[in-house]
T-cell receptor, first 112, second 114 residues
Framework: SQTIHQWPATLVQPVGSPLSLECTVE??????LYWYRQAAGRGLQLLFY??????ISSEVPQNLSASRPQDRQFILSSKKLLLSDSGFYLC???????????FGSGTRLTVV | AQSVTQLDSQVPVFEEAPVELRCNYS??????LFWYVQYPNQGLQLLLK??????LVKGINGFEAEFNKSQTSFHLRKPSVHISDTAEYFC????????????FGAGTRLAVHP
């Protein structure tokens, strides 16, 4: 069966520090991968999606970047965090419209 | 392009009462529709989905939803809620027939009170 792993679960980082969040998928190949952010009291904001290795599409301009170095690995990064980067980050994968997405358990990022 | 509107940002309800969470969508093509649930500090979990066929779809945890093409709606219902149903609920849409991104609504926070 397919599983998706996301870590860490919780992260507290100072302003100006770097960030690396990792997401890996098991049990499937060539998945479409997504990074979402939820700010407090707000809905889901799609940040990046990837349809293959090295292929990244950015949905909104921001302080973050994404990379896909392997088929089932998706990384969210920042060189210097801002206070506004705080939020709940979710990774998801999907292979076809009828199946929707499968989400990871999320990372709670607090920038202080 | 598709869009989703969840008409209520918060829905308070007493335990064992029925509940309806409303979702309307906009699309010029046929769509697949989904409802997801998010418990505090967790990822989203698929509740149910409409792909085609019967317009009444049953999902997990006693939830069901009805697809109404003429009203472009996909409302989520449960006849009797439990405290454990307290969560955020998201409606999502994607064009049918092929792979496309899901478009999510802003979410509805269901608060079940004893």
């Amino acid at each position: 069966s397919q599983t998706i792993h996301q870590w860490p679960a919780t992260l507290v980082q100072p302003v100006g520090s770097p960030l690396s969040l990792e997401c890996t998928v098991e049990g499937t190949s060539n998945p479409n991968l997504y990074w979402y952010r939820q700010a407090a009291g707000r809905g889901l904001q799609l940040l990046f999606y990837s349809v293959g290795i090295g292929q990244i599409s950015s949905e909104v301009p921001q302080n973050l970047s994404a990379s896909r170095p392997q088929d089932r690995q998706f990384i969210l990064s920042s060189k210097k965090l801002l206070l506004s980067d705080s939020g709940f980050y979710l990774c998801a994968w999907g292979t076809g419209g009828t199946y929707g997405y499968t989400f990871g358990s999320g990372t709670r990022l607090t920038v202080v | 392009a598709q869009s989703v509107t969840q008409l209520d940002s918060q829905v308070p309800v007493f335990e064992e009462a029925p509940v309806e969470l409303r979702c309307n969508y906009s699309s010029s093509v046929s769509v697949y529709l989904f409802w997801y649930v998010q418990y505090p500090n967790q990822g989203l979990q698929l509740l149910l989905k409409y792909l085609s066929g019967s317009t009444l779809v049953k999902g997990i945890n006693g939830f069901e939803a009805e697809f109404n093409k003429s009203q472009t709606s996909f409302h989520l219902r449960k006849p009797s809620v439990h405290i454990s149903d307290t969560a955020e609920y998201f409606c999502a849409v994607t064009p049918s027939g092929g792979y496309n991104k899901l478009i999510f609504g802003a979410g509805t926070r269901l608060a079940v009170h004893p």
